[in-house]
């Protein structure tokens, strides 16, 4: 454990998750805009369906831990939603038992901790021609209308929980070409799908009435004094605050 002590943000989930620093996702971008904020935290597994998390649940967020995390945002779903094998492998989870599983996630993280805040993210749509061609052998029965199933309940689920909840596959769809730029492999998010999941997340983290906000320009900057070893201003009597600088990308998100 290094210090000091930072908020942590768990980015928990399937692949979706663990992809999420790569091809400038949606995790590798709230890093970069909590940076000196909070600590953006991967637990993600790919391949994983809602019973899997389940298993892992108590080694992933302990009661125990000594520090819980402010905010978990979780993804499962996805894998769910594939229809079953006639073999009975594969990841498929009935609709009802999904549902049942991610109640008992919410739950979970709620017992642990009052102060703990829970975004749950549905599964986003796929492009199923370009599925096809790059993942076939290993993504047999998933459809984009079984996504759409599995990602509407959910938000049903999360609001009889009162979590919050981003609706990722109908947000994917609102843009024209979402077919064309959304996906690496018509599963797998591309930097411009995971542009689409950070606005919903700051969105979401915007308008909550949270006692406390988790939205990454409303939090204190760690080691924010002045400092004479920072670069001198023009009227080279004081010096510019560069804890305070962050990247022309990252204005962009000044949501």
Not at 208 to 218: E, G, I, N, Q, R
Request: hydrophobic letters at 40%.
């Amino acid at each position: 454990m290094v210090g000091p002590m930072r908020p942590q943000i768990v980015l928990f989930g399937s692949s979706i998750v663990q992809f999420s620093f790569d091809n400038g996702g949606w995790g590798a971008i709230l890093a970069g805009l909590y940076a000196r904020k909070a600590d953006i935290v991967l637990r993600g597994y790919s391949g994983w369906n809602s019973r899997q998390a389940l298993d892992v649940l108590d080694e992933v967020f302990p009661k125990d831990a000594p520090v819980q995390p402010s905010l978990v945002i979780v993804y499962f779903g996805g894998n769910d939603s594939v229809h079953p094998h006639p073999s009975g492998l594969g990841p498929h989870v009935p609709l009802q038992e999904y549902l049942e599983n991610m109640r008992k996630i919410a739950n979970h993280l709620k017992s642990i901790s009052e102060h703990i805040r829970i975004i749950f993210l549905t599964s986003p749509p796929i492009n199923e021609e370009q599925l096809r061609k790059k993942l076939s052998a290993t993504q047999s029965g998933r459809t984009n209308e079984s996504c759409g199933e599995y990602a509407d309940a959910l938000m049903e689920l999360s609001e009889e929980l009162n979590v919050k909840a981003i609706n990722l596959w109908s947000a994917i769809q609102t843009r024209d070409d979402w077919l064309d730029v959304s996906f690496t492999d018509g599963v797998h998010l591309s930097a411009e799908g995971s542009k689409v999941v950070v606005k919903e997340i700051l969105r979401v983290l915007r308008e909550a009435d949270w006692k406390t906000s988790l939205h990454w320009m409303s939090m204190p900057t760690e080691y924010a004094e002045d400092s004479p070893y920072y670069p001198p201003a023009p009227d080279g009597k004081t010096t510019i605050n560069v804890s305070y600088c962050v990247s022309r990308r990252s204005l962009q998100w000044d949501l």
